[in-house]
């Protein structure tokens, strides 16, 4: 376990040198650590060293996960791909969803999300190449899809969430993600307060922090590599 520590704290320096290497604010870039297929006990431990928020893609996994963890102050994100069987649980156990690509999918937040709860923070997935995995928006729907975010109010839009192609090469990461930012500017300019970019992965977290993450969702950087 003290290899999970060490790797928590390279990445966190690793965070930090890109800030540095790129004239970015370090309290500017989130880290959220991706547990996936994480046990409880690695994340206990992590929130040990200061973590809070964590990152979950599958619903049934991370609901036991949370429950066992009950005890701590963390922060849920959900950034998987969402089905509309789900989206009740999801309403009612995270705090935070990264993957809304659908108007459906938004209004059944909207309606379970539990009203002794504050609103449900929101980031759009936008889908930047056809290569992309699965899910996301095109970027010319999403105006419209955030206009309507805006307006329901158990839903709080945050910001806009991307998963590139995985690619290696410095230039072209930075591509993709200053598309997203640009698309985030747009939407500043029409007015709507959005103020986070969830993007950067372990293989790319550095070109993203030089384009203008606020969230970097870490999960082999920290934990290793998943089975
Ligand atoms: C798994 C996952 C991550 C973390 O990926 P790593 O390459 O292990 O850092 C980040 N974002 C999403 C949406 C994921 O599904």
Known sequence: MNALLDRYDL??????????????????VALLAVSKQQSAA??????????????????????????DLQDLTLTWHFIGQLQSNKTRAVAEAFHWVHTVDRTKTAQRL?????HYAPPLQVCIQVKLA?????????PEQVPALAAQIASLPRLRLRG???????????????????????????LQQRGLSVDTLSMGMSGDFAAAIAAGSTIVRLGTAIFGARA
Do not use: W
């Open 130 to 138: 056809e290569e992309a995995p699965k899910g996301g928006v095109e």
């Open 160 to 186: 806009l969430m991307c998963i590139p192609p995985a690619v290696e090469d410095f230039d072209r990461q930075y591509g993709y993600f200053s598309e997203l930012a640009r698309l985030s500017a747009s």
């Open 110 to 114: 909207n309606e379970q999300r539990p």
């Open 42 to 67: 690695a994340i206990r431990l992590l929130a040990q060293a200061g973590q809070r928020d964590f990152g979950e893609n599958y619903v049934q996994e991370a609901l036991g996960k949370i429950k």
């Open 11 to 28: 990445t966190r320096a690793a965070i930090g040198a890109a800030c540095a290497e790129h004239g970015r604010e370090p309290d500017k």
